[in-house]
């Protein structure tokens, strides 16, 4: 089974010196009501613009699919 984008994006959390990724990931943890177990990009893209906390910028969620759909 291919893992969600929430299970691929918690391997950027809690680095020493935080970057946009991690910072990502760190509020994504923390928010309750993402979608964790999807792996559909209008879903979640949605969730991002309708609810998602200010540091879940959607530029930064747009690099990480990329990394997410390389795999």
Same mark, same amino acid.
Request: aromatic share 18%.
């Given at each position: 089974?291919?893992?969600? %984008?929430?299970? *691929? =994006?918690?391997?950027? +959390?809690?680095?020493?010196? =935080?970057?946009? *990724?991690?910072? *990502? =990931?760190? =509020?994504? %943890?923390?928010?309750?009501? %993402? /979608?964790?177990?999807?792996?559909? %990009?209008?879903?979640?893209? +949605?969730?991002?613009?309708? +609810?998602?906390? /200010? ?5 930064? *969620? ?10």
């Amino acid at each position: 089974m291919e893992r969600s %984008f929430y299970h *691929f =994006a918690l391997s950027y +959390r809690g680095k020493t010196e =935080a970057d946009d *990724f991690s910072r *990502f =990931a760190d =509020a994504m %943890f923390l928010d309750h009501s %993402f /979608p964790k177990t999807t792996s559909d %990009f209008e879903k979640i893209s +949605r969730y991002l613009e309708e +609810r998602a906390h /200010p540091i879940m910028k959607a530029s930064v *969620f747009d690099q990480l699919w990329d990394e997410y759909t390389s795999h």
